[in-house]
């Protein structure tokens, strides 16, 4: 059972590492023990696509995207095009095999929507703190992402089925 409203609002740490497809279960902390992690936006939302040529001339075309940048990541299996949407950056996604989380992702749900970033002032910290509180961290060390930026994950599990990006840019 997730955390009630009002121990969100104060913060959380994780009680439970029993996972049963749903968040974890979380409990509050000490107010003013942790700092709260504060994303300074949404950097971006990233769509997993089987073909980012095709998906690319589709936004395009339907949304008038503009694209921003084309990278292929090899030490995370992605082939990626970000691309402007008004104020809004979308992030492309094509796995470069089978194997790849992408590939995985693709394999598993096709086609949509893989997580939503937030750009924060300091990665670390952020995931120091998140830790603290008892979130599943995918990374617990920042990575190369696209535009070489630092990147690291949250597992899904803690956030109630979203994959949740933060980002930052390296020092």
């Known amino acids: 059972m997730p955390a009630s409203r009002s121990s969100r609002s104060k913060g959380l740490s994780r009680q439970s590492a029993s996972l049963t497809g749903q968040a974890l279960r979380l409990t509050a902390f000490q107010p003013g023990s942790i700092k709260l992690v504060q994303a300074k936006s949404t950097h971006h939302i990233a769509v997993a696509v089987n073909n980012v040529d095709e998906a690319l001339a589709t936004y395009q075309q339907l949304f008038g995207a503009e694209l921003e940048h084309r990278e292929t990541v090899p030490e995370q ?62 990374d617990t060390e920042p990575r190369r992402g696209l535009h070489g930026l630092e990147v690291a994950f949250i597992h899904p599990e803690t956030s109630y089925g979203v994959l949740y990006e933060l980002v930052t840019n390296a020092p």
């Open 77 to 138: 299996g992605v082939d990626a095009a970000t691309v402007m949407l008004g104020g809004n950056r979308i992030e492309l996604l094509g796995a470069t095999g089978p194997d790849t989380p992408v590939g995985k992702f693709l394999a598993k749900r096709g086609q949509g929507i893989h997580h939503i970033a937030f750009e924060v002032d300091d990665i670390r910290a952020s995931l120091a703190e998140l830790e603290a509180k008892g979130a599943q961290l995918i």
